[in-house]
């Protein structure tokens, strides 16, 4: 990659993030910490207003837009077989919103790269066994409540068909073993427990912070899963 692609690349990134440490623009980019700093540098010089906060890492200064992203035709390819993948993987919810925002970048595309992208979509198949029904529409919402650290309710059903009510604290969601899950601290067990999002009844966001204020995180959990796949 060169330098100034790298720039916008740097650019865009900080666009997409709050903030962005020097290490991730590294890592990201495969260059020295020396070179970030030289090119956060060229970035002010040119004009964008690059901060930086210690402990956080850099950010765009508020009010400040870069103009509209392009794409080319690899990245809109990449998108686009991200499609494919999105619909067989997860819920109504995600594919709708994801859907919208497909149209969105699509709209920015130019004419030859819109045709070339309608034809490739001619030619790319899923093909899954039926046990993949994701016949729910509840990812967003516990997306939703993930992030903003919210306490929800549900109404579940376990492998015995018994139907529980919980108050959960929901810290992530895993894919494993074929099937989404929920893995959040259950008030009702007073324990972290995992949840098969297709069994879930009914979500109500209560709208009411984590009461819990020392969660584990999801990586720390993971490595109880019962099974690596």
């Known amino acids: ?24 623009i ?7 910490i020396r070179t970030v700093y030289r090119d956060i540098r060229a970035l002010n010089e040119q004009g964008i207003p690059v901060g930086f906060e210690p402990n956080k890492g850099y950010f765009l200064a ?20 991200i499609e494919s993948l999105v619909s067989g993987f997860t819920d109504k919810s995600i594919q709708t919103y994801y859907a919208s925002a497909l149209n969105k970048i699509k709209a ?28 729910f ?6 997306q939703n409540a993930i992030s903003a650290k919210k306490i929800i309710d549900i109404d579940y059903r376990n492998s ?17 073993a074929l099937n989404w899950h929920l893995i959040a601290w259950c008030h009702k067990r007073n324990e972290y427990r995992d949840f098969r999002v297709s069994r879930i009844q009914k ?24 099974v690596n796949y």
């Not at 990659?1 to 991730?24: A, C, H, P, W």
């Not at 015995?160 to 895993?174: K, N, T, Y």
């Not at 020392?214 to 993971?222: A, K, P, V």
Request: aromatic fraction near 12%; hydrophobic fraction near 40%; glycine fraction near 2%.
């Open 1 to 24: 990659m060169n330098r100034i692609d790298r720039l916008f690349g740097i650019s865009t990134l900080l666009q997409s993030r709050k903030y962005v440490t020097t290490e991730t």
């Open 26 to 32: 590294a890592q990201t980019f495969d260059i020295s």
């Open 108 to 135: 920015v595309l130019r004419s030859a790269q819109k045709e070339k992208l309608e034809a490739l979509n001619e030619n790319i198949r899923l093909q899954l066994p039926s046990c993949f029904n994701y016949n």
């Open 137 to 142: 529409n509840y990812l967003s919402a516990l």
């Open 203 to 226: 979500i109500r966001n209560l709208d009411i912070p984590f009461r819990k204020t020392d969660h584990i995180t999801l990586n720390e959990y993971m490595e109880f899963l019962p």
């Open 160 to 176: 015995q068909d018994e139907i529980s009510r919980r108050e959960l604290e929901p810290i992530g969601l895993v894919f494993y």
């Open 62 to 81: 508020e009010g400040y837009f870069l103009q509209p992203v392009s794409f080319n035709t690899e990245e809109a390819n990449a998108l686009l077989l």
